[in-house]
């Protein structure tokens, strides 16, 4: 029974160290270094080349090091019952709400606006704009999509919330996808995405979306790249449709050089630091799902593949 | 009985508007449209030529139009007996911490060193630091300081707050000045100032100041100009020993044409909008003083001359 990681080229340490002071009775292998492949039995992962998996006869199940799975349900070599999971974790709640906070504040002070002034040497106040005076939009209520939801409303925003199944979150209007008119898109000031990567979502943000927003709006991506098609960002933004965009996942990571990202001036990158997995939050979840595993127990997050997440 | 208001050249239409709304038999002038001046009883005023208020023999009292009232204790022709009242106001408190909060969690949140890799196309997570590695020195600790420093801890942030008097306030560690040691000040993260100006606060941010700083923290000005020496700022941001400021106050604002502030790339310059009085929100405080002038009752909010505020 071992534990095998895939890391890519990532540094690790901080992650061994975590699942050894939960357990340092565990056999933890780091691929390539995989040993007798019979002895592998629980797999964490990031990104891997597709296929990897089926190398381990007695894989039980498939972590992934975060919330998002998609680079593992893209995998469609893998066996339908292998079960995939998925960690949650509230520090990446709170590091989510810390990014999107940081964010959200600062396109409803219009400070992006007062940067742009500074630029020209313009000293002129907008019209002032309370927290209570701007809609938030989220798109995507699982457990960190509510969380955030739930707390900018408490901090004063009006939030509305859209998801593919009702729910209820307090000071939040939630909308699923029948539900969604005109006015309601009209009434966005901020949208949001935290949406998972499925087959639904890819590609969602696009300029059909762009063109329902009130002019003006603010488009922030802390779901996955691949959601946004960029060139219809870069229309939108171009035409005064989008005032601005904050995008911390991108289609490619790192974004290359040429990007015309970079140089946007309504373009703020940020290198997927939005939602940071801390190991020592997340460790004992990992082991505790992989002893379930080894003694055929129930397993918890276990991803339903037809949703996605 | 009439209220002169001194308005210089704003557009004060919402003032007038809201008085008039709390109650409409007020005899309300705006200066230089006098009338009778032994009719004037109470002043609204902006900052003002000093001896103005003195050609009003029944004048009882003189209002600030926010929560500062620099601009009139610094007319030394005034009358040593005369009431200065100044406004409180929920919205001005909601009002600054929005700014607050958003300028904070920017700095909080390494934004600005995004901003500046995104000029560099640098794709490179920094270390991360959530709310709570994050100490923000809050100066001065009057309604609007205590409310925003309480809030800020809420959020989770680290709070120390400086005064010269201790206070209470959940979640925050009190400073008065005798209390101040190297230790404290080298853990300051954000200082933010929310001083009003007196003789003690007038350059109160010097090179002195700054030096006692860890290395790279933050300043945010939401006080008063002139308690910052702008050459000691510009130094200290070029020798990196502060890697940000905001300002949202200045010695002179407008800020003039030719200013270094408006090009520097460590400094983020916002048009004094970070604490907005709304006049609807205010108005019945205005009048309900203007009433107690006239009867002889005890008036709110009087401003203490010796202490500035």
């Known amino acids: 029974m071992a534990i095998l990681i895939y890391k890519g080229d990532r540094d690790i340490t901080r992650w061994l160290e975590a699942l050894k002071a939960v357990d340092d009775t565990l056999d933890i292998r780091v691929y390539p270094e995989v040993g007798n492949a019979e002895e592998i039995t629980f797999a964490l992962t990031w990104p891997y080349p597709h296929g990897l998996w089926n190398d381990f006869p007695h894989l039980k199940a498939i972590s992934s090091i975060g919330a998002g799975v998609s680079h593992i349900l893209e995998d469609k070599t893998l066996d339908r019952d292998m079960p995939i999971l998925k960690l949650t974790d509230s520090r990446l709640n709170q590091s989510m709400w810390e990014y999107l906070l940081a964010t959200i504040s600062y396109q ?13 040497k313009v000293w002129a106040e907008l ?44 000071g939040v209007e939630v909308y699923t996808p029948s539900e969604v ?16 990567l499925t087959a639904q979502t890819e590609g969602f943000f696009d300029q059909a979306f762009f063109a329902r927003l009130k002019k003006g709006a603010t488009f922030i991506n802390v779901g996955r790249g691949a959601q946004l098609i960029e060139v219809d960002l870069i229309e939108a933004l171009e035409s005064g449709q989008l005032s601005h965009a904050w995008l ?21 990158i940020t290198p997927h630091i939005a939602s940071i997995t801390d190991p020592l ?21 276990v991803v339903d593949r037809e949703m996605g997440y």
């Open 108 to 120: 409803a002070m219009q400070l992006h606006r007062y940067a742009q002034q500074q630029s020209e």
């Open 127 to 170: 019209p002032p704009r309370g927290f209570d005076s701007v809609t938030v939009g989220i798109y995507g209520l699982g457990s960190i999509g509510k969380f955030v939801a739930e707390r900018l409303a408490a901090e004063g925003f009006v939030v509305k919330g859209f998801a593919n199944s009702s729910k209820e979150i307090a």
């Open 181 to 196: 008119t005109d006015t309601v898109m009209q009434s966005l000031d901020i949208v949001v995405s935290i949406l998972p």
């Open 248 to 268: 911390d996942v991108l289609v490619q990571e790192p974004l290359r050089e040429d990007h015309p990202f970079w140089a946007h001036p309504q373009v703020s």
């Open 281 to 301: 939050s997340v460790a004992a979840q990992i082991v505790e799902n992989y002893h379930a595993a080894m003694q055929g127990n129930a397993l918890h997050n």
